[in-house]
């Protein structure tokens, strides 16, 4: 297996960006923005504790860099010709195991979360544009001789069931015979517990994630995460197959959080300041593959990813 790694187009001949519809367009029955307009409610789906995406403050209510993308999507719902007077949300918890077939049952509108725009998902969901490029890398106790995925073999790593770091180190794994025993944690903080407690030698995962769980740790010097990139990511949000009308809604105000500038505001709140609950400061600037994308903003994304 090769690692994998990718660019996004510079630019896209004759694109162009058409006006939002109304929520009283003629959608097919059980559109998403038909039930939105019907109901006045639009479900959003987070994650109790993938800092900075999406987790709870200590109120109990979701924040996060994809929260408040998501927010503003909601906004853009709330200005559509015809959208009703008071547009709720209903905030919906989902975890890497069920938030697509959250997604697919209609019982969220929107996943808010960390999740990774790949092959076998689009043919399951669809995805709006990338908003975040993270690699998968590893993460192991500072004192581990570990310093690259070659470095597993016979050796007990650990990662979030449902997560695409999963069959990326059950296939890479097989391929290199590593005989590597991979454990599953329900969430990224039972999967750190692990290494933690040295149940497993290395959590491989986004390296965002990996950062954010090293840096809110008791002791952030007892880890390190490998340089070697094991792949790239295209993070986007999450919404429903075939529902072209609330794609284009979505699309388009990602789009235009791009194109006017308000996206680098909101990564720098919570990828380059102090966030809840702790103050910590990941102090991660936005990586060049990030802002070359934006350049031209686009939900493609290659098939071999």
């Not at 994650?47 to 998501?70: H, M, N, T, V």
């Not at 075939?242 to 990602?254: A, C, L, M, N, Y």
Request: aromatic share 8%.
């Amino acid at each position: 297996m090769q690692l994998k790694s990718f660019r996004l187009p510079l630019g896209l001949a004759g694109a162009c960006l058409l006006a939002a519809p109304s929520l009283h367009a003629q959608t097919p029955p059980a559109s998403t923005l038909e039930r939105i307009s019907q109901t006045g409610t639009v479900r959003l789906g987070y994650r109790e504790g993938s800092a900075p995406f999406s987790y709870l403050d200590a109120q109990g209510k979701p924040i996060g860099y994809s929260i408040d993308l998501c927010l503003k999507v909601v906004d853009a719902l709330r200005k559509q010709p015809g959208a009703p007077r008071n547009l709720n949300v209903e905030w919906v918890p989902v975890n890497s195991s069920n938030r697509i077939a959250a997604v697919q049952s209609g019982r969220v509108d929107l996943e808010c979360g960390v999740t990774t725009s790949n092959k076998e998902r689009r043919q399951l969901v669809s995805f709006a544009i990338p908003t975040f490029i993270a690699h998968t890398r590893l993460l192991v106790r500072s004192d581990s001789d570990i310093q690259s995925i070659r470095d597993l073999r016979n050796r007990t790593v650990v990662t979030t069931r449902g997560t695409s770091s999963e069959q990326l180190f059950t296939d890479y794994s097989r391929e290199r015979a590593l005989n590597a025993r991979l454990n599953l944690g329900q969430s990224d903080r039972e999967a750190f517990a692990q290494v933690e407690s040295n149940q497993a030698q290395a959590f491989v995962m986004d390296d965002v994630l990996l950062y954010t769980l090293r840096a809110g740790s008791a002791q952030p010097a007892n880890y390190r995460i490998t340089g070697e990139k094991i792949s790239i990511e295209p993070l986007a949000l999450m919404l429903r197959k075939d529902d072209p009308g609330f794609k284009k809604v979505v699309d388009g105000e990602i789009r235009r959080l791009i194109q006017q500038g308000e996206i680098y505001g909101i990564y720098q709140r919570w990828f380059q300041s102090p966030i809840p609950p702790k103050g910590t400061n990941l102090d991660l600037p936005m990586s060049y593959l990030l802002r070359d994308s934006f350049k031209a903003p686009t939900d493609w994304t290659p098939d071999y990813l």
